[in-house]
């Protein structure tokens, strides 16, 4: 519980009065304060995508985040990577990151999880979560989460990242398609490059799609795709529908409750 | 008929954002993609790894719905369709 937005509020104010979210209370109220500080996330991946999502979250005050990642902190993740500094090379991500979030939010509860995301563990880390972030670098761990946040009903906030371009969509089980339905099969690519400035555009977007999520504001980027075009400096969303073929939620909009896994 | 594409990220190295295109009733994707690599040099060999075999990386949406749920090449065009180009970014 992160008690810095309700101290106003208590009957015997027990700390003096604290203005982290001064600035951002006006957006969503202390309500919308108080859910973020109530959430619970979990953030696959603790990489450029995770390192922003991570970052924005803890500032604006959510609760909970559970961060996974297995990977430990190498000079070439520096470019992107703003959870870590140049000592934290060849430590383990989750735990560096861990530093750098109570650093900017010791109210924070940060759950550092070092483990791989496969089918054996993503049931563990979903539970008890009301959100999950993408911040993965590849499809096969994607795919695992796209099922597993199905079978729970969690919304999956899909962002990914390649040069200077990227997309970002929220999947909500049962009101849009799932990420198979928009990427059926797995997308290789020769060239990997990535710059940090890519994964800071995509990371803010997610979290603030987690923001407005949490809080109940705004409109979310549901049934839309949104690509973003640094390079031009372009940006469009795009209609995506379900398809009710798709092995992994098989909806059919008239029969929204009709998925295959549950049958 | 008329046919809107749409491109994305790394088809606008080779093509432009958006072209609109006229074809005759009962083209199909693949009437569409071969219009356009007519067109603009370089998109075949960026789409297709061997003839009628798309690259994996190649997602194509036709009204927002991916054609491999449809029928594929093979995917009846309509008038007014919207058809997306989407290379999906993979790395985090």
Redesign the interface.
Same mark, same amino acid.
């Given at each position: 519980m992160n008690r810095q937005a309700f101290e106003e509020d208590s009957p015997l104010p027990a700390y003096p009065p604290d203005s982290r979210f001064l600035r951002q209370i006006p957006l969503f109220g202390k309500e919308g304060q108080k859910k973020l500080a109530d959430a619970r996330i979990l953030l696959a $991946?603790a990489? $450029?995508? @995770?390192s922003a999502i991570a970052t924005y979250l803890s500032a604006a005050g959510v609760g909970y985040i559970r961060i996974v990642d297995e990977d430990v902190v190498e000079r070439s993740n520096l470019n992107r990577q703003i959870l870590y500094h140049e000592q934290d090379i060849g430590v383990c991500k989750v735990e560096a990151a861990e530093k750098t979030i109570h650093a900017l939010n010791s109210d924070v509860e940060v759950d550092a999880v070092c483990r791989h995301i496969d089918e054996k563990s993503v049931n563990d880390l979903v539970s008890g979560m009301d959100l999950i972030l =993408?911040?993965? =670098? !590849?499809?096969t761990a994607r795919y695992v989460l796209n099922r597993a946040c199905l079978d729970a009903k969690i919304p999956f906030i899909h @962002?990914? +990242?390649?040069?200077f371009?990227?997309?970002v969509t929220t999947l909500v089980p049962g009101v849009t398609p799932c990420l198979r339905?928009? +990427? #059926? &099969? &797995? #997308? &290789?690519?020769e060239k !990997?490059a990535?710059i940090g400035v890519t994964?800071g555009a995509i990371g803010s977007i997610e979290a603030s799609e987690a923001v407005k999520y949490l809080t109940g504001t705004g409109k979310l980027l549901e !049934?839309r795709?949104l690509?973003w =075009?640094g390079l031009?400096g /372009?940006c /469009?969303s795009?209609?995506?529908?379900n398809? #009710? =073929?798709?092995n992994d939620c098989g909806f059919s909009e008239d029969e929204p409750d009709s998925r295959r896994s549950s049958q | 008929m008329k046919i809107t594409v749409k491109a994305f990220a790394t088809f606008r190295e080779v093509m432009d954002m958006q072209v609109e295109l006229e074809l005759p009733a009962g083209a199909t994707v693949r009437t569409l993609l071969s219009e356009l690599a007519a067109r603009y040099t370089g998109l075949d060999t960026l789409m297709f790894s061997a003839p009628d075999t798309l690259r994996d990386f190649v997602n194509i949406l036709k009204n927002g719905r991916n054609i491999h749920f449809l029928a594929g090449l093979d995917t009846p065009l309509d008038g007014g369709d919207m058809i997306a180009l989407f290379p999906p970014a993979a790395g985090g």
């Open positions: $991946g990489g $450029g995508l @995770g =993408d911040g993965m =670098d !590849n499809f @962002g990914a +990242v390649n040069g371009y990227g997309q339905c928009i +990427v #059926p &099969t &797995t #997308p &290789t690519w !990997n990535i994964c !049934n795709l690509l =075009d031009r /372009e /469009e795009i209609k995506i529908v398809s #009710p =073929d798709c | -």
